[in-house]
């Protein structure tokens, strides 16, 4: 089977991924204003860089925590967030079209706020295709 980026013949083509990006509330509530405003300049800064290099695709911050529904015993349930006891949460994302599963690891490796704890997950985006 091949992987996300290539076909079975070892062409490359573009895949989308999304990036989901966690932190640490207490951590990200607790950064001086002038450490925070740093953070955002180098984040508007690694947005640009890959605006500028065509891989860019979007980037939102998320503002409340999210609700999950899932299956329950009479139909869907709804219940707060997607984690039980979670000190992390996803806090934004931004989506990217790379040539390669190793360039999408490259990127979020390189996202600043690595450097405040938390992290990424790297979710490969299906096309149309399937």
């Known amino acids: 089977m091949a992987a ?6 070892g062409r490359m083509w ?6 989901l990006i966690y932190g640490n509330e207490t951590v990200w509530n607790s950064l001086p204003p002038a450490e925070m405003a740093d953070l955002i300049s180098r984040v508007d800064a690694f947005n640009q860089d890959l605006r500028d290099t065509g891989e860019f695709i979007t980037a939102e911050g998320l503002v409340e925590r999210p609700h999950a529904v ?3 015993p009479d139909g869907p349930v709804v219940t707060d967030g ?11 994302m931004f989506v990217v079209d790379v040539e390669s599963e190793d360039r ?3 990127i979020a490796k390189s996202y ?14 299906m096309g149309h295709d399937g």
């Not at 996300?4 to 013949?9: H, I, M, V, Y």
């Not at 573009?14 to 990036?19: A, R």
């Not at 997607?82 to 934004?92: Q, R």
């Open 112 to 125: 600043p706020g690595i450097a405040f704890g938390g992290g990424l997950e790297v979710w490969p985006l």
């Open 104 to 106: 999408a690891l490259e």
């Open 4 to 9: 996300p980026g290539d076909d079975d013949a």
């Open 82 to 92: 997607p984690y039980l006891e979670a000190k992390e949460f996803v806090g934004s």
């Open 70 to 72: 899932r299956r329950g």
């Open 14 to 19: 573009p895949v989308k991924y999304l990036m």
